[in-house]
């Protein structure tokens, strides 16, 4: 609540037309949230959906991982390791 005294009293103390100025930018401020929490959300749920089809596809099914690390690091074979 420190803050928001502290905010009131430097208000109080600007000219009138410089408060309607101040709640100008607090009503920016509040749609600038609103909109920046509905994108939010509108990303989690979009990647939410790419993600499912993305399990759903299983693209990496026929694929052999130590193979594909393998071919990927250009390993070599490690004794003990085969």
Same mark, same amino acid.
């Given at each position: 609540?420190?803050?928001?005294?502290?905010? *009131? +009293?430097?208000?109080? %103390? &600007?000219?009138?037309? =410089?408060?309607?100025? @101040?709640?100008?930018?607090?009503?920016?401020?509040?749609?600038?949230?609103?909109?920046?929490?509905?994108?939010? *959300? +509108?990303?989690?749920? %979009? &990647?939410?959906?790419? =993600?499912?089809?993305? @399990?759903?596809?299983?693209?990496?099914?026929?694929?052999?991982?130590?193979?594909?690390?393998?071919?990927?690091?250009?390993?070599?074979?490690?004794?003990?390791?085969?």
């Amino acid at each position: 609540m420190k803050l928001e005294h502290t905010i *009131q +009293q430097h208000v109080e %103390k &600007l000219p009138l037309p =410089l408060q309607g100025e @101040v709640l100008d930018y607090v009503l920016y401020l509040e749609q600038k949230n609103r909109r920046h929490s509905t994108d939010d *959300q +509108q990303r989690r749920v %979009k &990647l939410s959906s790419t =993600l499912e089809r993305l @399990v759903a596809l299983n693209p990496f099914a026929k694929t052999n991982p130590a193979l594909w690390e393998r071919e990927q690091r250009e390993d070599r074979a490690l004794p003990g390791r085969e």
